[in-house]
């Protein structure tokens, strides 16, 4: 049984996933409400030999924030230029982010009501600011683009390092 053949309408559906190598359910419904609604938090994810952490954000914003991220410094109005055509193949890449759900309308159902937000399947999770753990502490990565089934475990919040004491 597939993700999209699984009966969502039991709220055990999430518990009972007859395929664990899946993406989390869970998870993919924030990242649905990311790339959809514009929600942003903090997420922790453990993926196979790693750890790495950010704000979630949609693909639009990742994609945005990685063409302004490769004009920085540089003339803005020349597209012509190798770095303008890549900015503008970037935010072309977020261009199917953009109505994201339009046809939804999550936002006017009864959360008491709603077991599965009625949003397109993603494959994909972005984070902002992201960062992975390592033995030295957090090292930044920046932007960071994942496969939601290479995903083991996560959970919402933000990983500090504390400092030993001198």
Do not use: C
């Not at 419904?29 to 990311?34: E, G, H, P, T, Y």
């Amino acid at each position: 049984m597939t993700m999209s053949e699984r009966d969502d309408s039991s709220p055990f559906a999430v518990l009972n996933d007859p395929d664990p190598l899946s993406p989390d359910p869970n998870l993919a419904d924030l990242v649905k409400f990311a790339n959809a609604f514009g929600l942003e938090l903090h997420v922790i994810l453990t993926l196979p030999g790693q750890v790495i952490g950010g704000l979630l954000v949609s693909g639009k914003t990742h994609f945005e924030s990685m063409a302004a991220s490769l004009l920085s410094g540089r003339d803005e109005s020349n597209e012509d230029s190798v770095a303008g055509s890549m900015a503008t193949l970037l935010r072309h890449y977020g261009d199917p982010y953009t109505d994201f759900g339009a046809e939804s309308k999550v936002q006017d159902d009864d959360p008491e009501d709603m077991v599965r937000p009625p949003l397109p399947d993603v494959a994909f999770i972005h984070l902002a600011d992201a960062y992975l753990v390592s033995t030295e502490g957090l090292a930044p990565i920046g932007r960071w683009r994942g496969r939601l089934s290479e995903i083991v475990g996560w959970t919402l919040g933000l990983l500090t390092v504390d400092e030993p004491d001198d």
